[in-house]
């Protein structure tokens, strides 16, 4: 397809043309989807309804109205820098939706793709009692999505959202902000538990780093461009969850659940833990690897967690929790 940008903006007119355009264009050049979008086409049609302030089920319509010249050419660019760059498209337009919330993001936070989301949206029944919620915990926050997200499940709920990561924070304080949550929802600077006071919690929940060594080189470009802290967890990918498992009994009051995303890490984790019952949770809308503990299980395994040999603190220099 001719790419020449005059050429471009002469010929296509309609936001059918630039979605058709875009979708061509991000399948020639091979770039990878996995921040939001599936496929070329979910992907341009993304990247125009943003352009054009409009949502996503915009009616159909409207794929036939002509795009202003400065709305052409603001696509052509963020089209052609997605291709360049090889980043996800939410850190062209700091924009991504998780739970049905919008947020901010950049280069500093992990794109929000968690299926932890729809454990949100359901209030996380029928293991805890959505009314006798009084505090979250959500480590490893990164934009803040998760907790902004069970302040907004749990209104009556106070919220610590903790990362090892000073910019992560401060993208998350811009989104807490954004959302009006500043007297619900606490930041911490904190490597896990390290900085928490004494407080125990209903409800620990976390998307930590989980991708292993050897994964995390082999990944797309476009997971690259996420921060390393954010994904890569050590030899077995397991470094963090081992040190959040060691911390959570501690942590959590009587009849909590704690709740970690370990993704792609899943079957390491069940390997190195035969003695736990990890219950794996399923998904209505697609995701994997995530698992649920009470309290009463991180409690019978206190030792077992906090004994747990790994490759983790000699090769990522990890204190106990």
Known sequence: MNTNPRSVLETLTT??????????????????????????????????????????????????????????????????????????????THEAWFAGL???????????????????????????????????????????????ACAEAFPQARVDAVDISGGALEVAGMNVRAHGLEETVRLVHSDLYRQLDGSRYDLIVSNPPYVNLQEWRALPPEYHAEPRLGLESGEDGLDCIRRILAGAADRLKPGGVLVVEVGSSAEALAAAFPEVEFLWLDFEHGGEGVFLLTAAQVERHRKLFEHSPGPETAAAGHSPP
Request: aromatic share 10%.
């Open 15 to 92: 936001v059918r043309d630039y979605i058709r355009w875009g979708a061509t264009r991000f399948s020639e050049a091979g770039v990878f989807f996995g921040h939001g979008t599936g496929t070329a086409l979910d992907e341009a049609a993304a990247l125009v309804m943003h352009v054009i302030r409009q949502p996503h089920d915009m009616p159909s319509g409207y794929f036939s109205a002509v795009l202003t010249f400065e709305e052409r050419e603001r696509i052509l660019h963020l089209v052609e820098r997605r291709i360049e760059a090889r980043v996800p498209l939410p850190y062209l």
């Open 102 to 148: 919008k947020f901010y993001v950049d280069e500093r936070v992990l794109v929000p793709r968690s299926p932890i989301a729809e454990l949100i949206e359901n209030q996380f029944q029928p293991w805890l009692v959505p009314d006798a919620v009084g505090d979250v915990l959500d480590l490893c926050t990164g934009s803040g999505c998760i907790a902004i």
